[in-house]
């Protein structure tokens, strides 16, 4: 996994293995803690990183949902969810970060 990661955190995970290794830890015991399957976590952790108005995290979390079997039109329909409660520019930024990974209907 390490390998797939973005530059920055690619060098932390190499400078600072321990520290990487205990945060990869931390977010498996964290999605085994509670009763949410996979694809739910995979959704929830996409809204969370939109939420955050996190680029980067968007991105890796969509990616991951991609590679788990969640489809394009369930990530568009978290960026759309966001419009009550993020705002409508924020949702637009998710669907074009989500977009950067699929196409979006429309």
């Known amino acids: 996994m390490k390998d797939e990661l973005p530059s920055a955190a690619g060098a932390l995970a190499e400078a600072y293995p321990q520290v990487w290794d205990a945060y990869a830890a931390l977010g498996e015991r964290c999605a085994e803690a509670g009763p949410l ?13 939109i939420g955050a108005q996190s680029e980067g995290a ?6 991951r949902a991609l590679r ?5 039109d ?3 329909h978290v960026a759309l969810l966001a419009i ?5 520019p924020q949702a637009v ?3 074009t970060w989500i977009g950067d990974y699929t196409k979006p209907k429309g």
């Open 74 to 76: 369930e990530l568009h």
């Open 68 to 72: 788990e079997g969640v489809s394009p």
């Open 58 to 63: 968007t991105h890796s979390h969509v990616r």
């Open 93 to 95: 930024r998710a669907l």
């Open 84 to 88: 009550g409660t993020l705002g409508f």
């Open 37 to 49: 399957d996979a694809r739910t976590r995979h959704l929830v952790k996409l809204a969370l990183a």
